[in-house]
């Protein structure tokens, strides 16, 4: 029984996972370094760096979606691109990126809006991906049952 509810419990786990990976990344919210990158994973609200008297802004992590800035590509560019005169809304708020090494740069917080869907290849299989998991919770089962009645003499 302790078998079958950790092969439960791992397969919430599995299937959350990618739930995650082929949903909406969260807020609509995002920080643009100008020239540069979008950066769409928040990180924490807290001062300025090296400056405890400025704020309180929001801070943003470059590990989560980013979408690269590209004014070449039209009001609707494709996918993982951002055309910020017309895909991000500024907010009047300063926000800043944490890169590497522990240094950040300094963007404008504002709002994504129009853009151009992503969609992952695992989005075609998740059918498939649920159905093998139900096939293989049941053999995994049966298989249980059969060794416990083997055991218990049935």
């Given amino acids: ?7 439960i419990f791992f397969l919430i786990l599995f299937f959350k996972s990618f739930q ?4 909406d990344p969260g807020s609509s919210y ?3 370094v100008p020239n540069e990158a979008v950066y769409t994973k928040w ?16 801070y943003y992590d470059t590990t989560g979606i980013n979408y690269i800035v590209d004014y070449n590509q039209g009001n609707y560019p494709s996918c993982g691109y951002i055309n910020p005169n017309t895909q991000f809304s500024e ?3 300063t926000c800043f990126v944490q890169k590497a090494g522990g ?4 963007g404008a917080l504002g709002q994504l809006h129009d853009l151009t869907v992503c969609s992952a290849p ?3 299989s998740v059918y498939i991906l649920f159905c093998f998991s139900f096939f293989a919770v049941y053999i995994v089962r049966n298989k249980s049952l059969r060794t416990l009645k083997a055991q218990i003499g049935f």
């Fill in 1 to 7: 029984m302790k078998k079958v509810v950790f092969f």
């Fill in 20 to 23: 995650s990976l082929a949903s």
């Fill in 30 to 32: 995002g920080c643009l």
């Fill in 43 to 58: 990180l924490k609200t807290d001062y300025a760096p090296g400056n405890p008297f400025w704020g309180p802004w929001e």
């Fill in 91 to 93: 907010v009047g708020q």
């Fill in 103 to 106: 240094s950040y740069s300094q």
């Fill in 122 to 124: 695992i989005d075609d």
